[in-house]
């Protein structure tokens, strides 16, 4: 796959899968991987669209957790981590290799904010227990049927 052909197909998958499954290393070196709300996906969260194409970089993402999650304490304690978004009904997947950070931006957990989560954090987007992190990819490698590929970004 040529390489704007596979950064077209990973900015296609990141729009469109259900889940973003993020990976993380715990304090004792083991992995943890679970299935993380995908905010990009158009049909899921329309009212973001806007918001990630204005991004400078378009394979940035954003998720959201609670403060004292195993996962904000694991990114705490290493930032660097894994997403993968696939279609494995197709045999399709990417994963996105960089670091991910707490946002102490107000602005951006507000425009990141669902009113759906009040059920998780009652005081809305100010709530101390809500927690938007901030994932910027240094590389991408993935496969689509039999072709595999790679890219840094």
């Known amino acids: 796959m040529k390489r704007n052909d596979a950064r077209t197909f990973t900015l296609s998958l ?24 995908n905010l990009r996906n158009k049909k899921q969260y329309p009212s973001l669209r806007e918001f990630f194409r204005e991004l400078e970089n378009p394979f940035v993402t954003y998720i959201s957790t609670f403060a004292s999650s195993g996962k904000a304490r694991q990114i705490r304690h290493n930032t660097r981590v894994a997403l993968y978004y696939c279609r494995p009904e197709r045999f399709f997947g990417v ?28 005081r809305g987007p100010g709530d101390p227990r809500y927690r938007v992190c901030r994932f910027e990819p240094d590389g991408a490698k993935g496969w689509n049927s039999e072709d595999t590929f790679r890219f840094p970004i």
């Open 14 to 37: 990141m729009d469109t899968t259900p889940a973003v499954y993020l990976a993380t290393v715990d304090e004792e070196g083991l992995p943890h991987i679970r299935a993380v709300s």
């Open 95 to 122: 994963m996105l290799s960089g670091s991910m950070e707490a946002v102490r931006s107000r602005a951006v957990k507000e425009s990141i904010w669902q009113e759906e989560w009040l059920g998780f954090w009652s």
